[in-house]
């Protein structure tokens, strides 16, 4: 039997403590539920240093858990070796996108895909937006467009 190729898929944000933690608890319940998390490699990170080291928003992690999808998560910020080790990069808005896009410019040997989440909303809706600033509903919000994004990025990338 041929061994399954593995693939990376680092999920981006501003401050890796909402909406790339919701995209990846939601990837990775979906490989497990799907039976295919072995050829995954999966995780989450920051464009910016705001919340170094600080747990996920209580909110996200309260819409997770409603959603039977646990989450446990450290802050940490993307690296120049996410860029050679991932194979995509998925973020949530046109602001991360220019942020990873000028860090992969400096990178040597850049093989990450580097692309919006969004591009694979069968709704078209390429931004998803930051719940921060919102309430539980923006949060279920964010987490619904995850998981209809990441059901189609799964497809896409089988």
């Given at each position: 039997?041929?061994?399954?190729m ?34 995954w ?45 991932s ?34 909303d ?20 964010v ?16």
């Open positions: 039997m041929a061994k399954k593995l693939r990376s898929v680092l999920f981006a944000c501003l401050g890796n403590i909402c909406w790339s933690l919701i995209a990846e608890a939601a990837f990775r319940k979906l490989v497990t539920d799907q039976n295919v998390s072995d050829n490699r999966i995780d989450s990170a920051a464009t910016s240093t705001y919340d170094r080291g600080n747990p996920p928003d209580f909110r996200g992690q309260s819409c997770m858990k409603r959603h039977g999808t646990p989450m446990s998560h450290v802050a940490w910020w993307v690296t120049e070796e996410d860029f050679t080790t194979d995509y990069i998925l973020c949530m808005d046109e602001s991360n996108l220019r942020d990873l896009k000028r860090k992969s410019n400096q990178v040597k040997n850049c093989k990450a895909k580097t692309e919006l989440l969004g591009n694979y069968p709704q078209k809706q390429l931004a998803i937006e930051d719940p921060y600033y919102g309430n539980d509903s923006d949060f279920e919000v987490y619904q467009q995850c998981a209809r994004c990441c059901r189609a990025f799964l497809e896409k990338a089988h």
